[in-house]
T-cell receptor, first 113, second 110 residues
Framework: DAGVIQSPRHEVTEMGQEVTLRCKPI?????LFWYRQTMMRGLELLIY????????DSGMPEDRFSAKMPNASFSTLKIQPSEPRDSAVYFC???????????FGPGTRLTVT | EDQVTQSPEALRLQEGESSSLNCSYT??????LFWYRQDPGKGPEFLFT???AGEEKEKERLKATLTKKESFLHITAPKPEDSATYLC???????????FGSGTQLTVLP
């Protein structure tokens, strides 16, 4: 299995620009999760989907953040407009309904200047 | 609200010096405790899931144990390649999301 795939691996952008992060979950997994990791706050859940439907987006920090999952093999996390405080590593993870362990992608390191 | 506290924040060991990492948790109805390993610049890598007090799981030099309040990750005769950040997470009730601790950064010196 190829594992969870994320792109790009690194993104550097200027404040105010739109940023789109992409994720391909493991085939057959019903759940997809977006996390953000920073030194200060650790690993935080932003949103998760079940069978392509958003279930809990309470971790999305602001309206500037949005996520979609148009089909079982693709999801995007968009930030518009981006701000320097959005700089972090963003991870996508996927899991089956059971067992519940999540498998993470390699992450996208976002730097907003 | 689920809470996970890991200690110590950082641990330095000599190669071959066994030790344990701690994960204390407060949840309403534990449905799984998960251990992950994270190397610099990479995503967390799944290690173990424990479901009930008294359960133990092993993988090479690692053994995870679970009580009603905490979990330990025992590292026996560690090697430099065991150096990484170890993360603990819990799942409670009917939730699908995991709550992660802040991790223990382990350094094993040759």
């Amino acid at each position: 299995d190829a594992g969870v795939i994320q792109s790009p691996r690194h993104e550097v952008t200027e404040m105010g620009q739109e940023v789109t992060l992409r994720c391909k979950p493991i085939s057959g997994h019903d759940y997809l999760f977006w996390y953000r990791q920073t030194m200060m706050r650790g690993l935080e859940l932003l949103i998760y989907f079940n069978n392509n439907v958003p279930i809990d987006d309470s971790g999305m920090p602001e309206d500037r953040f949005s996520a979609k999952m148009p089909n079982a093999s693709f999801s995007t996390l968009k930030i518009q407009p981006s701000e320097p405080r959005d700089s972090a590593v963003y991870f996508c993870a996927s899991s089956r309904d059971y067992p519940y362990e999540q498998y993470f992608g390699p992450g996208t390191r976002l730097t907003v200047t | 609200e689920d809470q996970v506290t890991q200690s110590p924040e950082a641990l330095r060991l000599q190669e071959g010096e066994s030790s344990s990492l701690n994960c204390s948790y407060t949840v309403s109805g534990l449905r799984g405790l998960f251990w992950y390993r994270q190397d610099p610049g990479k995503g967390p890598e799944f290690l173990f899931t424990l479901y009930s007090a008294g359960e133990e799981k092993e993988k090479e030099r690692l053994k995870a144990t679970l009580t009603k309040k905490e979990s330990f990750l025992h590292i026996t005769a560690p090697k430099p390649e065991d150096s990484a950040t170890y993360l603990c997470a819990v799942r409670s009730g009917s939730a699908r999301q995991l709550t992660f601790g802040s991790g223990t950064q382990l350094t094993v010196l040759p």
